[in-house]
C-alpha cells in the first residue's frame, strides 16, 4: 500500500517539475529577486495593528509633565533616545508578552511591528533597562493618564466596582530568606574569621613567612570581603529590627513569603486592583507587602471613588476584605460594601448554637438567645486587636440547653465589634439584592487570569516595592489597552484620538 502512495506522490512531484515548479509546496519569492518598488516598512503593518494605536496614544502625552527623564533634549553632548520610542517599545512589550531589557533590544531587530514603532530605532538593553529604572513616577502616571482618558470617554460605570487582590511573585528565591536568628549568628562567625585572619596577618608579620602559601595579600582580600558580608548582614538586621518582622528576603527586602493558592508559599507581592463593572477595565491598584487582605478595601475603594468622580459606590469583594473597622470607613464614605461575612466559628462543627440562632435587640441593646434568654452587655474587651463588647446571661448556668449551646462553664458569651451596627445593614442589603455579590467573580477574577496567563505578567522582574509597583502599572495600563482594543477595534480606536 504503502509502495503505491510513494508512487503517486514520485508521479506528483515529477508533473510538478514539468511545469517549472521547484516543490509540491507554496513557496516564497526569491531573496535574490530585485524589485522595482521595494515595499515600506509602512506597508507591513496593517491599519488595525496595535501599534498604530500605541503610536497615538502616545504622542497624546506630555512626557515632560509626567516627568520622564529626556524628555527635554539636550543641545549638547549626544543625543539621547526620546521617551516616547522607549515608552512605545514598553508598552508594545507589555502586550506581547516580552518585558525584559534584552528580549525587547532583541525585537528591535527582529520584529516589523517595532521597526514601524521606532523607525528602526535599535536602543541597548541598558538603555532600555536604565529607562524603566529611571521612569518609575513616570510610568506609573502613564497608566493613570490612561485610566482618566477612559474615564473621560464613559468606559467606566461608576456604579459598581468589585475588589481582588493576588500574588504575583518577587525577585527572590524561596532560599533566599533569612532569620534575625541567623543573621546574628553570621555575624558571630564572620567576626571570628575577621579574628582568625588577622591573627594569621599578626604572625606573618612577625615571622615574615607565608603560612600554608597563603600570602599577605590573600588574607587581607578575604578580610576585606568577609567585611563586606558582615556590613550587608548588619544593613539586614537593622531593616528587621525597624520592620519589627523576624525574617527577611536577601534579593528583594521588600517581598514576604505569602500562601499562594494551591501552589504552596512563594516570596510575593500582593497586588489589589478594583475592578469597574461595565466593561470590566481596572480602575485602581496597588502593590502591597501585607501577606492577607484586610487592610486593602478602604485604600482600594477610595482610590476608585476618587478616579470615577462619584458621589456614592457599590464595592464588592470576597470574604478575606471583611474588616469591620473598614467597611464602617468605606460605609461613612458613601461606599456601600457587599462582603459576604466569614464564619470561623467551631461550634457549628462541634453541634453547638451558632452566632446565626442568637438575635440581636437594637433597641435595647441585648441578644435573645435560643433558650428564650436575655444576654446583656457587660465589659468592653479588646478581641483580635478590636475593640469588643462581651453579652451574657446568669440563666446559662441553669439552662436546659447548656449542652447545646456552650462548653464553658461560666456559660455562653456573644462577643460583638462595636462596629457590627454599621455592618448589620449591609447584611441586610446583601440579603436583599444577592446579584451584586453574585457578580464578582465574572467581574475581577477575569482580569488577574488574562495577566497572569494571557500576558505573562505574573512575576516581577525588578526589585522594591516602588520599582516593582511601577511595573504593576505598566501591567494595568496594557491590560486596560488591550481590553479596550479587542471591545472597539483599533480604527474606531484612533477615530476617538485622532477627535481629541
Ligand atoms: S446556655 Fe445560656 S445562652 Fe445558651 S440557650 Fe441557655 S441561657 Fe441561652
Same mark, same amino acid.
Given at each position: 500500500?504503502?509502495?503505491?502512495?510513494h508512487?503517486?506522490?514520485?508521479?506528483?512531484?515529477?508533473?510538478?517539475?514539468?511545469?517549472?515548479?521547484?516543490?509540491?509546496?507554496?513557496?516564497?519569492s526569491?531573496?535574490?529577486?530585485?524589485?522595482?518598488?521595494?515595499?515600506?516598512?509602512?506597508?507591513?503593518?496593517?491599519?488595525?495593528?496595535?501599534?498604530?494605536?500605541i503610536?497615538?496614544y502616545?504622542?497624546?502625552?506630555d512626557?515632560?509633565?509626567? %516627568?520622564?527623564?529626556?524628555?527635554?533634549?539636550?543641545?549638547?553632548?549626544?543625543p539621547?533616545?526620546?521617551?516616547?520610542?522607549?515608552?512605545?517599545?514598553?508598552?508594545?512589550?507589555?502586550?506581547?508578552?516580552?518585558?525584559?531589557?534584552?528580549?525587547?533590544?532583541?525585537?528591535?531587530?527582529?520584529?516589523?511591528?517595532?521597526?514601524?514603532l521606532?523607525?528602526?530605532?535599535?536602543?541597548?538593553?541598558?538603555?532600555?533597562?536604565?529607562?524603566?529604572?529611571d521612569?518609575?513616577?513616570?510610568?506609573?502616571?502613564?497608566?493613570?493618564?490612561?485610566?482618566?482618558?477612559?474615564?473621560?470617554?464613559?468606559?467606566?460605570?461608576?456604579?459598581?466596582?468589585?475588589?481582588?487582590? $493576588?500574588?504575583?511573585?518577587?525577585v527572590?528565591?524561596?532560599?533566599?530568606?533569612?532569620?534575625?536568628?541567623?543573621?546574628?549568628?553570621?555575624?558571630?562567625?564572620?567576626?571570628?574569621?575577621?579574628?582568625?585572619?588577622?591573627?594569621?596577618?599578626?604572625?606573618?608579620?612577625l615571622?615574615?613567612?607565608?603560612?600554608?602559601?597563603?600570602?599577605?595579600e590573600?588574607?587581607?582580600?578575604?578580610?576585606?570581603?568577609l567585611?563586606?558580608?558582615?556590613?550587608?548582614?548588619?544593613?539586614?538586621?537593622?531593616?528587621?529590627?525597624?520592620?519589627?518582622?523576624?525574617?527577611?528576603?536577601?534579593?528583594?527586602?521588600?517581598?514576604?513569603?505569602?500562601?499562594? %493558592?494551591h501552589?504552596?508559599?512563594?516570596?510575593?507581592?500582593?497586588?489589589?486592583?478594583?475592578?469597574? $463593572?461595565?466593561?470590566?477595565?481596572?480602575?485602581?491598584h496597588?502593590?502591597?507587602?501585607?501577606?492577607?487582605?484586610l487592610?486593602?478595601?478602604?485604600?482600594?475603594a477610595?482610590?476608585?471613588?476618587?478616579?470615577?468622580?462619584?458621589?456614592t459606590?457599590?464595592?464588592?469583594?470576597? @470574604?478575606?476584605?471583611f474588616?469591620?473597622?473598614?467597611?464602617?470607613?468605606?460605609?461613612?464614605?458613601?461606599?456601600?460594601?457587599?462582603?459576604?461575612?466569614?464564619?470561623?466559628s467551631?461550634?457549628?462543627?462541634? =453541634?453547638?448554637?451558632?452566632y @446565626?440562632?442568637?438575635?440581636y435587640?437594637?433597641?435595647?441593646d441585648?441578644?435573645?438567645?435560643? =433558650?428564650?434568654?436575655?444576654?446583656?452587655?457587660?465589659?468592653?474587651?479588646?478581641?483580635?486587636?478590636?475593640?469588643?463588647?462581651?453579652?451574657?446571661? @446568669?440563666?446559662?448556668?441553669?439552662?436546659?440547653l447548656?449542652s447545646?449551646?456552650?462548653?464553658?462553664?461560666?456559660?455562653r458569651?456573644?462577643?460583638?465589634?462595636?462596629?457590627?451596627?454599621?455592618?448589620?445593614?449591609?447584611?441586610?442589603?446583601?440579603?436583599?439584592?444577592?446579584?451584586? %455579590?453574585?457578580?464578582?467573580?465574572?467581574?475581577?477574577?477575569?482580569?488577574?487570569?488574562?495577566?497572569?496567563?494571557?500576558?505573562?505578567?505574573?512575576?516581577?522582574?525588578?526589585?522594591?516595592?516602588?520599582?516593582?509597583?511601577?511595573?504593576m502599572?505598566?501591567?494595568?495600563?496594557?491590560?486596560?489597552?488591550?481590553?479596550i482594543?479587542?471591545?472597539?477595534?483599533?480604527?474606531?480606536?484612533?477615530?476617538?484620538?485622532?477627535?481629541?
Amino acid at each position: 500500500m504503502s509502495k503505491i502512495k510513494h508512487q503517486i506522490n514520485q508521479r506528483f512531484i515529477d508533473s510538478n517539475h514539468r511545469n517549472g515548479r521547484e516543490t509540491p509546496y507554496i513557496t516564497g519569492s526569491d531573496r535574490n529577486q530585485t524589485v522595482m518598488f521595494p515595499p515600506l516598512v509602512d506597508d507591513y503593518v496593517s491599519n488595525d495593528n496595535p501599534v498604530r494605536f500605541i503610536e497615538e496614544y502616545v504622542k497624546l502625552l506630555d512626557l515632560t509633565e509626567l %516627568g520622564f527623564t529626556h524628555s527635554v533634549p539636550k543641545l549638547t553632548g549626544r543625543p539621547s533616545y526620546s521617551p516616547s520610542d522607549l515608552l512605545k517599545l514598553y508598552i508594545y512589550g507589555y502586550l506581547k508578552k516580552t518585558r525584559s531589557s534584552r528580549q525587547l533590544a532583541q525585537l528591535t531587530h527582529l520584529n516589523v511591528e517595532v521597526f514601524w514603532l521606532l523607525k528602526k530605532l535599535h536602543p541597548d538593553f541598558r538603555t532600555i533597562s536604565d529607562f524603566r529604572k529611571d521612569n518609575v513616577s513616570g510610568l506609573k502616571k502613564v497608566c493613570q493618564e490612561f485610566t482618566i482618558k477612559c474615564k473621560k470617554f464613559n468606559l467606566f460605570g461608576g456604579e459598581l466596582v468589585a475588589i481582588d487582590g $493576588s500574588k504575583f511573585n518577587a525577585v527572590n528565591h524561596n532560599s533566599k530568606v533569612i532569620s534575625a536568628k541567623n543573621i546574628t549568628k553570621l555575624i558571630k562567625e564572620i567576626d571570628e574569621n575577621i579574628e582568625d585572619y588577622f591573627q594569621n596577618l599578626e604572625r606573618q608579620d612577625l615571622t615574615e613567612e607565608s603560612i600554608e602559601e597563603t600570602t599577605a595579600e590573600d588574607l587581607k582580600a578575604a578580610i576585606s570581603k568577609l567585611k563586606k558580608d558582615r556590613e550587608n548582614l548588619s544593613r539586614l538586621q537593622t531593616t528587621l529590627k525597624e520592620s519589627g518582622e523576624t525574617q527577611i528576603a536577601q534579593t528583594d527586602p521588600d517581598c514576604k513569603k505569602m500562601r499562594t %493558592g494551591h501552589q504552596g508559599i512563594d516570596m510575593c507581592y500582593n497586588v489589589q486592583i478594583a475592578v469597574d $463593572s461595565k466593561h470590566k477595565l481596572i480602575v485602581a491598584h496597588d502593590v502591597t507587602n501585607d501577606t492577607n487582605d484586610l487592610n486593602q478595601l478602604v485604600p482600594l475603594a477610595e482610590q476608585a471613588k476618587e478616579m470615577l468622580e462619584v458621589e456614592t459606590l457599590n464595592v464588592t469583594a470576597d @470574604k478575606g476584605y471583611f474588616n469591620e473597622e473598614q467597611i464602617a470607613e468605606c460605609e461613612s464614605n458613601n461606599i456601600k460594601c457587599y462582603i459576604p461575612t466569614p464564619d470561623n466559628s467551631k461550634n457549628k462543627s462541634k =453541634g453547638l448554637f451558632t452566632y @446565626k440562632d442568637f438575635t440581636y435587640d437594637k433597641k435595647n441593646d441585648l441578644y435573645d438567645c435560643p =433558650g428564650k434568654e436575655k444576654l446583656t452587655r457587660t465589659i468592653e474587651v479588646t478581641k483580635h486587636d478590636k475593640p469588643t463588647v462581651i453579652y451574657k446571661t @446568669k440563666a446559662c448556668k441553669t439552662c436546659n440547653l447548656k449542652s447545646k449551646c456552650t462548653t464553658s462553664k461560666e456559660g455562653r458569651r456573644i462577643y460583638r465589634n462595636i462596629h457590627k451596627g454599621l455592618i448589620e445593614p449591609m447584611q441586610e442589603r446583601m440579603k436583599e439584592n444577592p446579584s451584586i %455579590g453574585n457578580q464578582r467573580k465574572s467581574i475581577v477574577e477575569h482580569p488577574f487570569g488574562t495577566l497572569k496567563h494571557t500576558m505573562g505578567h505574573g512575576h516581577f522582574l525588578m526589585r522594591g516595592k516602588e520599582n516593582v509597583a511601577a511595573e504593576m502599572s505598566m501591567s494595568v495600563l496594557t491590560y486596560n489597552m488591550k481590553r479596550i482594543m479587542n471591545l472597539f477595534g483599533i480604527p474606531t480606536l484612533l477615530a476617538i484620538i485622532n477627535y481629541l
